[in-house]
């Protein structure tokens, strides 16, 4: 579109994942098995606690939560992906650009509060039992949602600002299947060298920061739980062991694409695709293969659903 002798882009082209039919076969296959059981597992894990009274806690609240933030981040990117596997030209609006980054670092950044909230809910579990219902009520863990929801939508404007107002004249195309901004501001017909220190600094050294944060937490009630040898500590270190393991796959993509300077784009993509399938899908796999108490829920709430069934 020409304007006053130089061209404004109105939307972007993705390069996608590959140009070979059969691996983008392969890779639609994966996706939408991925797709289809991240959304199914999470919605599991929401409907066992909400339905089992044996689960309303805050520990199983805020797994919970977890559960429906997992759902809305793999639908930001993975259903236009999965149709883009068979489009020759894979085209977003400019407005459909900035609404993948909105949500996604809003729901990004809800969910990085809610793991560290997660962490100390661990932490008052084992190192303040007795008070761990009054430190954790159910006034305090709504609280906590509505602190962690309102941290992550101020997080994915003060990026938004980042790029709204950037100059695109020149070149539109992503090589990417989904926006972000370290892709976005490569486009930029301005010198952005401080905007993707800016950005660095906000995603990538919080991200960073947050992840640390969470792994010496965790460390420090390994340590404490060591000094026990009952029963009751071997569950909570399973239950631990399974809260790292989340963390440790929510922060490493972002580590890498905030942070990493200079990042291959074969591994890029391929943590992309990681990060919106694969993650969403293992926290319930993760969660429910490590807690006997949530397999039992299961167990009642499909047993409830089939004696419903039977009796109608």
């Known amino acids: ?40 597992g999470n919605l599991l894990i929401v409907v066992t606690v909400t339905s089992d009274s044996y689960l309303h806690s805050p520990m199983y609240f805020l797994l919970a939560n977890l559960s429906i933030i997992d759902m809305i981040f793999c639908s930001i990117a993975a259903p ?14 400019f407005g459909g650009c900035l609404a993948q980054i909105f949500f996604s670092h809003a729901v990004g ?21 007795l008070h761990y219902l009054t430190i954790m009520s159910p006034r305090i863990c709504i609280l906590i949602l509505v602190v962690a929801w309102t941290i992550g939508l101020i997080h994915s404007l003060i990026q938004l600002a980042f790029v709204v107002n950037l100059p695109f004249c020149g070149s539109n195309v992503l090589d990417s299947f989904y926006c972000d901004i370290p892709q976005l501001i490569k486009l930029a017909c301005t010198d952005t ?5 800016m950005v660095t600094a906000n995603s990538g050294l ?7 944060l969470l792994i010496l937490s965790y460390i420090f009630l390994l340590a404490t739980l060591q000094k026990h040898s009952s029963g009751g500590s071997s569950k909570a ?25 200079s990042p291959s784009m074969h591994l890029d993509k391929f943590l992309a695709i990681f990060d ?20 039992m829920a299961m167990r009642r709430v499909f047993r409830q659903i ?7």
Not at 109 to 127: K, S
Not at 206 to 212: E, M, R, T, V, Y
């Open 237 to 261: 270190l399973s239950t631990l062991s399974a809260h790292v393991t989340v963390v440790v796959l929510f922060f490493g993509p972002l580590i890498f694409f905030y942070v990493w300077p």
């Open 276 to 295: 919106a399938v694969l993650t969403p899908f293992l926290n319930p796999v993760i969660y429910t293969f490590r807690n006997r108490e949530m397999k």
């Open 1 to 40: 579109m020409n304007r006053a002798n130089h061209s404004v882009v109105s939307e972007f082209v993705f390069l996608g994942l590959s140009n070979s039919w059969e691996i983008q076969l392969l890779l639609f296959c994966f996706s939408c098995f991925f797709y289809m059981s991240s959304m199914m």
């Open 193 to 197: 060298y401080k905007l993707q220190f």
């Open 306 to 312: 089939m004696g419903f069934k039977k009796n109608h």
């Open 80 to 93: 236009k992906m999965m149709c883009d596997l068979f489009r020759k030209q894979k085209v977003i609006s």
């Open 206 to 212: 919080i991200s960073l920061g947050a992840f640390f």
């Open 109 to 129: 950044g809800t969910e990085m509060v809610l793991l560290i909230v997660m962490a100390f809910d661990r932490y008052v579990a084992i190192c303040k039992p």
